[in-house]
């Protein structure tokens, strides 16, 4: 027997139910022990044991049949709590059974709101597909009795008896989650949401009530952005991590491979992870018809899975191998915001390069960094939220405190006001010129130029670079669909730029003679 939520143990009896006799009082019992596991369901809690009894699915033969959990879905329920992020191969079933468990809450506790939210709205129309065959396919006494719905459409079901409902909307609909309060919440394919995705999963967060449960689920895809940031910080946030390669669904095999045929890294993850040849065959399908992107679509591990993005502009493998070699700053200053790795020495010459923002708490930020002239080496990093005349007076002293230094700022956009303040208000004499004007002009010509500048670097003097925060730019600065080039949804790229400008302007002044 366990423990069971209305305070008494779970007998086997209490297990024992006619589907079809299901009343309102019976639904909400189940509701209270959901998570209790008796001895006699072996491992299962009683929500495994609902989901195969009352539920069923379309396979892929298209007929219905039972929902039984498969493995990563029995793993997933082994080490559930009531925040948890979930990294996956494709199609391993974790938003179907997301899916069920939050139908199956909605369904035997009363007052529940359950919210899905799917990255498009076709994968949205998918998932509520899977739960409207939930109720579909339950016997008739329940749908005609306690499951009767008041209303079932594109975006949701309203269970009136449990005064309980259950919506599936799009990561792209601005309403998503406005106004309600939510019991449990699902975000499906995070890393591929549109838009601005930390911000739309804040406001949902903002609707969970206290105690509410919440499942974000994804596929990998690349670095940065909303969902590889929930990943790196789930330690510090709470959340309960899950990973599932795609070994894990039985499904992924192919003929096997000869023995005497394998490669070093098929016997390596043949011991470390107990795959068989028929594995290692589907290993090498998927590789031939993915090429690069099989690490993302098919994710072995936790850290490869996310490197493997093909639209990325630097060269992760020298990022990755510089940020495992960082030191911490030996200074920090202004509340944090400036990070000094080298203070000034006497006889060298310096450079601070600036790319302004307007200097509000949301957007981007303003960046600075400070380079060494000689040897392009990276000594400080200024980063926040400030502009005008607050960010001309504070690169002004860094470059006074870095003897004088160059001051190379962008002229675009907010750049000519901190340039006015910094040639009248704080007469700073040293403010690099191209042309005759004042400032560095970014172009669709110069912007390329200076990025392949700093990609180089990135690969051939790695040890120049000191910023944690930059590199991390770096591995999120991506190709867009639109062609361009930039930070991807919900990162920044201001220290990137800050640094491509430096390293560009430096290579200009050396040239021409930096006095």
Request: charged share 25%; net charge neutral; proline share 4%.
């Amino acid at each position: 027997m366990a423990k069971a939520g209305d305070g008494h143990a779970v007998e086997t009896r209490e297990l024992d139910f006619c589907l079809e006799e299901l009343d309102k009082g019976e639904l909400e019992r189940f509701g209270r022990i959901l998570d209790q596991r008796p001895g006699s369901l072996r491992g299962r809690s009683v929500g495994m044991m609902l989901a195969e009894k009352m539920l069923l699915v379309r396979t892929r033969d298209g007929k219905p049949a039972p929902l039984k959990a498969n493995e990563a879905q029995r793993a997933f329920e082994q080490r559930r709590g009531q925040r948890n992020i979930v990294l996956k191969a494709r199609q391993m079933g974790l938003t179907t059974w997301a899916a069920a468990r939050f139908f199956l809450k909605t369904i035997t506790q009363p007052g529940t709101m359950t919210l899905e939210v799917a990255h498009t709205q076709a994968s949205a129309e998918e998932i509520f597909r899977i739960v409207h065959r939930f109720v579909d396919w339950l016997p008739e006494q329940l749908r005609t009795g306690p499951l009767r719905t008041s209303r079932a459409n594109v975006r949701q079901i309203v269970f009136p008896k449990m005064d309980a409902q259950y919506r599936v909307v799009s990561a792209g609909d601005r309403n998503a989650g406005r106004g309600m309060t939510v019991q449990n919440l699902h975000c499906s394919e995070l890393a591929r949401w549109p838009g601005n995705p930390a911000e739309i999963l804040a406001g949902l967060q903002a609707a969970m009530a206290p105690g509410a449960e919440l499942i974000l689920e994804s596929t990998p895809d690349g670095v940065g952005g909303c969902f590889h940031e929930e990943w790196q910080k789930a330690g510090e946030t709470g959340m309960v991590r899950h990973f599932f390669p795609w070994w894990m669904e039985r499904r992924y095999r192919a003929a096997a491979v000869g023995e005497t045929s394998q490669t070093d890294e098929e016997r390596d993850l043949r011991v470390r992870y107990g795959l068989d040849l028929e594995q290692i065959g589907y290993r090498r399908q998927i590789r031939a018809s993915f090429r690069g992107l099989a690490r993302q679509e098919y994710a072995e591990d936790e850290e490869s899975c996310f490197l493997a993005s093909g639209n990325s502009v630097f060269e992760l493998s020298a990022i990755e191998m510089r940020l495992a070699a960082l030191a911490e700053p030996q200074e920090r200053r202004e509340n944090g915001e400036l990070a000094v790795w080298l203070p000034p020495l006497q006889g060298k010459e310096y450079l601070v390069s600036v790319d302004p923002a307007g200097g509000g708490s949301e957007g981007d930020y303003s960046a600075a960094q400070v380079l060494e002239m000689e040897t392009g080496l990276q000594c400080a990093e200024f980063a926040g939220h400030r502009g005008g005349f607050e960010l001309a007076r504070l690169v002004k002293d860094l470059a006074c405190e870095y003897n004088q230094a160059w001051l190379v700022v962008e002229r675009n956009n907010h750049g000519s006001g901190v340039l006015a303040h910094l040639e009248t208000s704080c007469k700073y004499p040293r403010v690099y010129r191209h042309e005759g004007q004042a400032g560095w002009l970014t172009t669709s010509i110069s912007r390329p130029a200076v990025l392949g500048r700093l990609g180089a670097g990135l690969v051939e003097k790695p040890e120049c670079f000191q910023s944690r925060g930059l590199l991390a730019e770096c591995r999120s600065f991506v190709r867009l669909p639109n062609g361009r080039t930039g930070a991807r949804a919900g990162t920044h790229d201001d220290r990137v730029m800050a640094m491509a400008i430096g390293l560009a302007a430096r290579a200009e002044l050396l040239e021409k003679g930096s006095r």
